[in-house]
């Protein structure tokens, strides 16, 4: 039963995981965020695909549109030394892989031990579905409260950027627009009577 | 018979993936349009290295820079304040995020989902007003 | 669709936190040049306010949003402990932070914040709600550690706690996505509810409970996963330490209780084991690797692991006696750090740390009253009697032996033998060798003094008579069980 939704799934799959693999082992940094774009391109494709309409494009719109730039900034900032970034790559390889066997083995062994079978299949989508709609139903009606905290969490997230990274510099040699329009002739200019001396 | 209706081929679907169906429909262009993007990009770069002359040697090859040998490595250290922009347009953009599905169903959530957005808002605009008066917004 | 905003007053000390939180942001943004106090000003009366709200909310059971919210009992007395601990953290970090420039209005909204978070989990009805408290407190606490940047041991240790914070969420999403693909919902009753038919030998479970209770480990500082807590304790200025080592601590009990209790008590089985294995792995990494430690805040950072290793006891016994137990631990071990690393700010000059334990040395001789309360306070973590740290970690073992775990409670008695040898190295430090040259004249800080005398008595008091605040612990747990 392959219809075309299967195949476009696997074609986004195999670029997802090709482009995830390329973002650790990729030696410019850059290149592994741009392979990082791709990635959440992809992943954004599957999300399309499995009907979360939204989610998907959200994926784009914050993950490749924002974070990313955030992403090749941090990495350009950093002032990398590529030769020290891949020291000791090897050494630690066997313990990378290792961990990551396991967690795969851990993973099978749930899938395939105890498969979640106690979960009624989902309600057939109706046929105007709209999965934005669905989403933002739920987000301000029963989700109200987490909602809200959200907003807390991007304050303190603004809070602490600011509070972290801003320092006032002294001495810098900036202009200030509003400080030159509301001078005055007296500020600048002081008018000193001096009278010519009499002898 | 439209293009959209020939691919949502109803018989190879199970009844609760028509919705999913009908909505990808929309995007078959973006994803026509992704191919003949694909295919622009990748092919000319093809068609250069399998027709054009290649004869590297060890000059052709080394970095140039004015006449002179490279002196540095092009990398260096960016000022903080790019991080600082890029991570506030980051938590705007989410907050934007929010906006879409909230307009999407203004109709059905009333007056608590309006109320709920205007707090939402309420509680980011202190955000913004304290950026701006730290002056996280000025580029000295 | 009106029902969602039902009984929404039962969650006004959490809108009032809130508020004042970003009031007392825009006050500080405006008015900080003329008043300089006003931020730690706002920040009093806003654990007054909500101490009030939550006064007259006490004992009311309900839920609100769909959910999400429970008010009950529990909420409230991780609340008021909260709000002490916060006040205290005000009242004591004053001097200190004024002398190191960080006297800004940013800590004090974080430190609401980080409250906020803590008010949040302690009244969670729901995974996604539990996990954006959780992230609400972590991210302020992060952002908290960083603030004094002219601190490269302070910045660095704001990376650390970033990077394995993050690392420990992750892993409590882990558990907590298996737990929804298990139960099939979010709500914290729904999944006690779907848990029943599932046994202890279904491996999701167990997977589930492994991944949470990691999570939840190293959010309280459990061995193994207490590498964080030395090098973020000893690398944050001490007035942000001393703020780590209170309403934290109570927001990773309520989510223990929340978490495991609420929603998986009826698979207890499963994840008593692991707790066993962090109770005992902590009570011996705490209490041995303390003995080597000559930074004073590096010793108290191995001490509450420790500390975490009596409370997960209290937890795994499993009872209402064990987890009260465990909740009284919790309150008594942050009343001991906060008089403990008070104590430490007491000490401070502007350019002094007083963080070496030799910077203790003849402290009797120098300053007789400061002497007695810090003897006070390392006989109450070592659990001497008759102060309070011996009587909690006493209830703790009575309640052990009661659930017939008799072996795990003898090595804790063991341990805990150990672990009172290098508080002891403290006051014979204090009483027994002679004063540094060069240790500077102490600084004059009437009102933190006061109030490091009120809670060093109080660990006195509490421990002759342990009974009303035991009894509040168990008020707290009984509707939970």
Not at chain 3, 333 to 352: E, W
Not at chain 3, 358 to 373: E, H, I, T, V
Not at chain 3, 407 to 428: D, E, P
Not at chain 3, 463 to 477: H, R, V
């Amino acid at each position: 039963m392959l219809n075309i939704t299967s195949i476009l799934f696997y074609a986004f799959s195999i670029v997802l995981l090709g482009a995830a693999t390329m973002v650790v082992i990729a030696r410019n940094p850059v290149y592994a965020t741009l392979y990082l774009v791709l990635a959440f391109f992809s992943a954004a494709a599957i999300f399309l695909l499995l009907g979360a309409e939204f989610l998907g494009l959200i994926l784009i719109l914050v993950y490749v549109g924002a974070v990313m730039v955030l992403f090749l900034f941090v990495v350009m900032m950093l002032d990398i030394n590529l030769a020290r970034l891949k020291e000791g790559f090897l050494s630690y390889l066997p313990l990378g892989l290792a961990i990551a066997a396991l967690g795969v083995l851990e993973l099978a062994m749930v899938y395939w031990t105890a498969p979640m079978g106690h979960i009624p299949a989902p309600a057939p989508f109706p046929g105007n579905y709209d999965n934005t709609r669905a989403l933002g139903y739920v987000l301000y009606t029963q989700y109200l409260y987490p909602f809200e905290i959200a907003a807390a969490i991007l304050l303190v997230a603004i809070i602490a950027a600011i509070a972290l990274t801003l320092r006032r510099r002294s001495g810098t040699k900036s202009q200030r627009t509003e400080e030159q329009l509301r001078v005055q002739a007296k500020d600048r200019v002081h008018l000193v009577d001096l009278r010519a001396n009499k002898h | 018979m439209t293009g959209a209706d020939r691919w949502s081929d109803e018989t190879l679907l199970q009844p609760a993936w028509r919705g999913v169906v009908r909505m990808l429909t929309h995007y078959l262009p973006v994803l026509i349009f992704l191919f003949i993007a694909l295919l622009v990009g990748v092919v000319p770069l093809l068609l250069g290295a399998a027709l054009g002359p290649s004869k590297p040697d060890s000059e052709k090859l080394s970095p140039y820079e004015c006449g002179f040998e490279a002196f540095e490595d092009a990398r260096m250290k960016f000022d903080v304040r790019y991080y600082l922009v890029a991570i506030l347009f980051i938590l705007f953009d989410l907050e934007i995020a929010f906006l879409f599905p909230w307009a999407v169903v203004f109709d059905q959530i009333g007056l608590v989902g309006f109320v709920a957005m205007l707090i939402f808002l309420g509680i980011l605009v202190i955000g913004f007003i304290y950026e701006w008066k730290k002056g996280a917004l000025e580029w000295e | 669709m009106t029902d969602i905003t039902a009984h929404w007053t039962l969650a006004l000390p959490e809108i009032w936190v809130l508020s004042m939180a970003c009031v007392t942001l825009l006050a500080d943004l405006f008015f900080a040049e003329k008043l300089r106090d006003i931020a730690a000003v706002l920040t009093g009366l806003t654990l007054l306010g909500a101490a009030v709200l939550t006064f007259m909310l006490m004992g009311q059971r309900g839920t609100a949003f769909a959910g999400m919210f429970i008010a009950d009992p529990f909420a409230n007395v991780i609340n008021l402990f909260s709000y002490l601990a916060v006040f205290l953290v005000v009242i004591y970090s004053g001097r200190y932070l004024r002398e190191r420039g960080l006297y800004r209005g940013e800590v004090f909204v974080l430190l609401l914040f980080a409250l906020l978070g803590v008010m949040i989990m302690a009244s969670g009805g729901n995974l996604l709600t539990i996990y954006l408290g959780l992230e609400l407190l972590a991210l302020s606490q992060y952002a908290l550690v960083a603030m004094y940047r002219d601190s490269l041991m302070a910045t660095e240790a704001g990376l650390k706690y970033f990077v394995l914070g993050a690392l420990a969420s992750g892993l409590l999403l882990y558990g907590m996505s298996l737990l929804y693909g298990l139960t099939g919902s979010l709500d914290v009753r729904d999944i006690a509810a779907g848990l029943v038919n599932v046994t202890g030998a279904n491996l999701v479970l167990v997977f589930a409970m492994v991944f949470i209770t990691a999570g939840i480990a190293f959010k309280l500082g459990a061995a193994p996963f207490h590498m964080w807590l030395p090098d973020v304790y000893q690398g944050a200025p001490t007035a942000i330490t001393l703020f780590l080592a209170s309403a934290p601590k109570l927001g990773a009990f309520a989510l223990i209780i929340r978490l495991l209790v609420d929603g998986s008590y009826g698979v207890m089985a499963v994840w008593q084991q692991i707790f066993i294995v962090l109770a005992i792995a902590s009570l011996v990494v705490g209490n041995v690797i303390a003995i080597a430690q000559g930074n004073i805040k590096r010793m108290l950072a191995y001490s509450t692991v420790g500390h975490v290793g009596f409370l997960a006891l209290g937890v795994l016994a499993g009872t209402l006696n064990g987890l009260a137990s465990a909740l009284f631990y919790t309150v008594v071990y942050v009343l001991m750090s906060l008089a403990g690393f008070g104590m430490i700010l007491l000490l401070t000059r502007a350019d002094f740390e007083a963080e070496r334990i030799d910077d203790f040395k003849g402290l009797a001789r120098r300053k007789p009253w400061y002497a007695a309360m810090m003897l006070i306070i390392m006989f109450s973590m070592a659990g001497v009697p008759p102060t309070v740290g011996f009587y909690a970690k006493l209830a703790v073992f009575q309640a052990v032996i009661e659930a017939g775990y008799v072996w795990v409670a003898v090595i804790g008695v063991l341990l805990a033998v150990i672990g009172a040898f290098y508080y002891l190295r403290v006051i014979k430090v204090m009483y027994f060798d002679a004063p540094e040259d060069a240790a500077p004249e102490i600084a004059r800080d009437d009102v933190a003094a006061a109030f490091m005398s009120v809670n060093s008595v109080a660990l006195l008091i509490l421990g002759i008579l342990p009974g009303p605040l035991m009894a509040f612990c168990i008020y707290a747990l009984q509707g939970v069980i």
